[in-house]
């Protein structure tokens, strides 16, 4: 039974759907639009708004919700330096919340691509409203 299991089935067990959940965040806070599933999509724009929702207040307790949200400062490590990436909850802060001061919410828009060719699974593309 599905008791208090609320949303959709992503990855095989709650602990790799939140995984997964985490990764398209910062993949979306960090290029600013990926293509994934539409049921993907559609879980992580929940997540994605409530960060920014975060960002616009910008006070310590915000900051340290993002960093919650993403997994911790520590998991972020950028590929190409191998170092800590300790600017994505200052990035969401400075850069990507102050775009959206006077929008009340739904920050990202969802375009659906179509099929995808192996397993038929609905494609879209997620990105943030300008």
Avoid: C
């Avoid at 997964?20 to 929940?46: D, P, Y």
């Avoid at 990202?108 to 609905?122: E, W, Y």
């Amino acid at each position: 039974m599905r008791h208090l299991k609320k949303g959709r089935q992503i990855g095989s067990d709650a602990a790799h759907g939140k995984a997964i959940l985490r990764s398209l965040a910062l993949a979306l806070l960090t290029h600013e639009r990926i293509k994934t599933t539409e049921m993907r999509a559609k879980e992580v724009r929940g997540l994605v708004d409530r960060i920014i929702t975060w960002g616009k207040k910008g006070d310590v307790h915000s900051r340290r919700l993002i960093i919650a949200a993403l997994g911790g400062e520590k998991k972020l490590i950028n590929p190409a330096t191998g170092k800590q990436d300790l600017e994505m909850s200052y990035r969401v802060i400075h850069d990507i919340a102050p775009r959206f001061a006077e929008r009340p919410g739904g920050y990202t828009r969802i375009l659906k691509l179509g099929p995808r060719k192996g397993d038929n699974a609905s494609m879209v593309i997620l990105e943030f409203v300008e």
